[in-house]
């Protein structure tokens, strides 16, 4: 247990990290920020491309758990459920910005491929409930695979470009103006 507690604490070392110096961080900097050995570091990650990689599945992992959290809350309506499930992040990632992931298509396009994969899957509690909607009549008849993509591609955009950089536009608030227009644009009123 120990190893993966040591691999979890790395994981959100670097993304605290990442969050301030972007793809530049360097191992000595994990380290600072956990004052513990890079020799210790390296003993769980071969290298930084490694740790960036499990990186990946670490945050969309978290992103997952908050999505259920959202499925199981009793007390959303299903348009807030989608809402919520939509732009979730969990707490500890509310200040990491994911904008500058753009950099990682050319940098790292092993982790970039990554990223997509993860975007393009999981979507299963989204879906169900648009239909949940769908059905309760809160939501109007839209083909699910359509406003999927919609939403994938747009999400892909941010990581591919830096117009999120550019504009100053945080990827949380990015993420809500997103849903708001998707969402918005579904709603029967």
């Known amino acids: 247990m120990e190893g993966q507690e040591n691999k979890e604490k790395i994981l959100e070392a670097t993304m605290k990290v990442f969050n301030r110096k972007g793809l530049k961080f360097t ?22 491309e ?23 809350n009793r007390t959303l309506s299903t348009v807030e ?6 732009c979730v992040l969990p707490e500890s990632y ?23 994969e993860r975007l393009e899957t999981g979507w299963e509690a989204t879906i169900e409930l648009i239909q949940q909607g769908i059905e309760e009549g809160v939501i109007r008849p839209v083909n699910v695979v359509v406003f999927k993509t919609m939403m994938e591609a747009t999400l892909e955009q941010f990581f591919q470009r830096d117009v999120l950089v550019v504009n100053r536009i945080s990827y949380q608030d ?8 998707l969402v918005d644009g579904i709603v029967n009123e």
């Open 27 to 48: 191992m000595d900097d994990i380290a600072a920020e956990l004052s513990m050995s890079k020799k210790t570091i390296y003993r769980v990650f071969r290298d930084k």
């Open 50 to 72: 490694t740790m960036f990689y499990q990186m990946v599945d670490y945050c969309f992992d978290r992103i997952k758990e908050s999505e259920a959290e959202v499925v199981h």
């Open 81 to 86: 459920k989608i809402r919520a499930i939509l």
């Open 94 to 116: 509310v200040d990491v910005d994911f904008g500058q992931l753009y950099q990682l298509k050319d940098k790292y396009p092993n982790i970039y491929r990554k990223v997509e």
């Open 174 to 181: 990015a993420l809500n103006e997103v849903v708001n227009i």
